[in-house]
């Protein structure tokens, strides 16, 4: 199945997939050829596409993710190549985070800190320090 990947900066990829592990809003999934129409958010988390040549990851943010029959659209609010994911990186988006907590009015609070936990496992399983 066709497998793109799109961020505000540039596209990251597209390529035939056999499989593609998003880390959705409501709990992981795979998708496969012929899976149910669906569309769903994603939390900050890894992202893997797996193909005849192997498993390609990417670190992604948030965005969105829409399973058809023609494949799988991501639309990342930031995506990189986990490969090419630096300590910069994750401090930056840690503290993007951070501020995201410390601005949110009372009923964005509980969004903005999800946010920062997500972010923060996101660095422990990448194996980068999560400080900012």
Known sequence: MQFDLVS??????SLEVTAVQIPGADGDMTAMADHAPTITTLRPGILKAESSNGTTEYLV????????????????ERALPKADVTQDDVDAMLADAKAAVDGAAAEAADDAAKLLADMTALASEIGLKASA
Not at 8 to 13: D, H, T
């Open 8 to 13: 505000p900066e540039r596209s990251l990829a």
């Open 61 to 76: 943010t948030g965005g969105f993710a829409e399973i058809g029959a023609a494949g799988v659209t991501v639309l990342a």
